[in-house]
């Protein structure tokens, strides 16, 4: 049985020519021999009508200032994947073969109880190798799994895996059925040395490492997601990505074993992103560790995702996502902190109201110390990926000296094993991008 | 199923098992860097950074954690480049000062990103355990903590102590 996972995003399925342009794909891969299992994402990107987050919406709705919960939330979400393998099901049917959907509990995917951000904890794929044997085309939803609690209530509940949950699906399914690739289609042809929306004709990737294209996810680029690489590097499962409107061959995702050697992959980029710099320089030198500590405390307990971070001896900073930036001014403007005879207050940007107003009411007791935290909005991140290639002498001149020939200012840096990440403002990020992928021959790249 | 049925163990009826667990996998630290402050480089900082980048790349030394601060920058090298870039400043007249002895302590947790929060818990419990860390960067799959090499062994006890209770 010559397994073969074919994986449809949001535009693959948006509208009755993408399916039937993606269904046919199926029926190609069933003529060439190999039995499709067929993963779908909810109908169309976000905004269209049966799309996760229109759904969401519908609850979100009826109170927005009521949070709907996350069991619920989830049910709901799960209804996009429902609604998109019941119809392509329908439409292998119409092509004349015969298909089956199957809700991500009834193929078998189990998971953690954690609502909304589940991961897969096992497989049991036996209902899709029956639903082959009796000649059908299986088609699996996306993003869902089921959570057996253990306390005998049949039927278990329903999750959702959470950002990149279809890929995730995918490549689970393919690992668990042994199946020769787990392919990936979308509206691209494959993995861009950039977004094209920035550097146009950027060319396509043929082959890249499990490493590099966790990377270029982690650092912003809309690719394969890491949980679905990460699960197909491990099982040793070979992951394409291809375009359902193209015949490109695509990209292939291999161990690094297979492919060798030293190079620059790729420039990709954030969302919109804020950052925050802490000066600490005013606070007693005994007092600041706990300070930072207060700092990263709060980001923590309210689930704030951090970029960018630094600490010095004067400070500490880190950029946070403009959606969670509110997070982080709700919980740190005007927070008043007294710590052994010293009373501190922080101050987020320009002074608000409820920063002097606080420091009014505190005056009886001294002059509370501000720590200002400086604010620049509308950030992004800018990074260039690449593989054993980060260790080379020169690079953050060479990148830093690109940048300043294009009169593109840098507010920070941050490096890893696989990355070397510039912080710059939002009017300059198309800039920056282009710059990069000029310096490093990425044009020419094949 | 037929002969044609999957090859291995896997086969109908069983299952496979997937991802890993959340949070902190694994923590190692590796030593033998030293770090480098330059400070108090003056008027057209971006220029005068420059120059000082473009004296190591000469050198062939390959920096990492590179922050930029408000008077200069620091970066890390490997303890036995740090004459050689000590070298290649000098010669500029800035301000630097070399701290031999620093480590690199790296906390393994697959998909950090994707755990809202968990960056910040884990910069949250290293500043706790009141060792002093020198730089933070991070990967898909971990977070980067360089401190002194001791502080780094300590930062790594308190890790995987925090670790196992939750465990």
Redesign the interface.
């Known amino acids: 049985m010559r397994i073969k996972v074919m994986k449809f995003g949001g535009t693959s399925v948006a509208t009755p020519e993408a399916r039937l342009q993606s269904a046919m794909r199926v029926v190609s891969a069933k003529e060439q021999g190999f039995s499709p299992v067929v993963v779908v994402s909810a109908i169309g990107r976000k905004g269209a009508p049966y799309a996760t987050d229109t759904l969401i919406q519908l609850l979100r709705e009826i109170d927005p200032n009521v949070e709907p919960d996350p069991r619920e939330m989830d049910l709901m979400a799960a209804c996009g994947e429902i609604l998109s393998s019941v119809i392509f099901a329908h439409t292998l049917k119409t092509l004349g073969h015969r298909a089956q959907a199957y809700r991500g509990g009834q193929a078998g995917i189990r998971t953690d109880g954690v609502y909304g951000n589940a991961r897969i904890i096992g497989i049991n794929p036996i209902s899709l190798f029956k639903s082959i044997e009796e000649g059908c085309i299986p088609v699996v939803c996306g993003f869902q799994g089921v959570h057996v609690s253990g306390d005998g209530a049949p039927g278990g509940e329903l999750t959702t895996l959470g950002r990149g949950g279809s890929d995730t699906t995918g490549a689970a399914i393919g690992a668990a059925m042994q199946a020769e690739a787990v392919e990936i289609f979308t509206d691209v042809d494959g993995v861009k040395t950039a977004d094209p929306d920035y550097v146009k004709d950027a060319p396509t990737l043929r082959t890249v490492t499990y490493d590099e294209v966790a990377e270029l996810a982690h650092l912003g680029a809309k690719v394969v997601h890491p949980r679905a690489a990460e699960i197909a590097m491990h099982h040793d499962i070979p992951l394409w990505v291809k375009n359902t409107f193209s015949d490109d061959p695509g990209t292939e995702i291999v161990r690094r074993e297979r492919f060798p050697g030293r190079r620059v992959t790729g420039v990709s980029h954030t969302g919109k992103l804020v950052y925050l710099q802490f000066d600490l320089s005013s606070a007693s030198e005994a007092h600041r560790t706990a300070l930072e500590g207060r700092i990263y405390e709060m980001a923590s307990g309210h689930a704030v995702n951090l970029y960018m971070l630094n600490l010095s001896p004067s400070g500490t900073g880190f950029a946070v996502p403009r959606p969670q930036y509110p997070i982080v001014r709700d919980l740190l403007d005007g927070l008043v902190i007294p710590m052994e005879g010293e009373v501190y207050i922080f101050q987020i940007g320009p002074a608000s109201k409820e920063v002097e107003m606080q420091a009014r009411l505190l005056e009886p007791l001294g002059e509370p110390i501000r720590i200002k935290a400086a604010l620049t909005e509308g950030c992004t991140m800018v990074s260039l990926i690449g593989h054993e290639y980060m260790q080379q002498a020169g690079l953050f001149y060479g990148v830093l000296r690109t940048l300043a020939d294009h009169q593109v200012p840098v507010l920070q840096t941050s490096d890893s094993d696989f990355s070397l990440s510039v912080l710059v403002t939002e009017a300059d990020a198309h800039r920056a991008v282009r710059a990069l992928h000029e310096r490093f021959g990425l044009a020419e790249v094949v | ?1 037929s002969a ?5 163990a ?1 086969g ?11 949070g902190v996998s694994a923590v190692e630290v590796r030593a033998g860097f030293a770090q480098v402050h330059v400070s108090e480089l003056g008027q057209d900082i ?2 005068q ?2 120059r000082v ?2 004296a ?15 008077t200069g920058l ?2 890390l090298v490997r303890q036995d480049d740090s004459d050689k870039v000590g070298a290649a400043i000098t010669p500029l007249g800035v301000r630097h000062t070399i701290k031999p002895n620093r480590a690199i302590v790296l906390v393994h947790a ?2 950090i ?9 884990l ?2 419990r290293a ?2 355990s ?1 060792a002093k ?10 977070l ?1 903590m360089v401190a002194e090499a001791g502080e780094a062994e300590r930062l790594k006890v308190r890790i995987q102590e925090a670790r196992a209770d939750e465990n």
């Open positions: 199923m044609k049925s999957p090859k291995t896997i109908w009826g069983s299952e496979t098992e997937f991802e890993k667990r959340r971006v220029e950074r420059l980048l473009e190591i790349s000469g050198t062939g030394v390959s920096l990492d954690f590179l922050k930029l601060t408000p620091s970066f697959v998909n990103r994707d755990e809202e929060g968990m960056l910040a818990e910069v949250h500043i706790s009141t860390v020198d730089h933070i960067s991070d990967m898909h799959d971990r980067l």
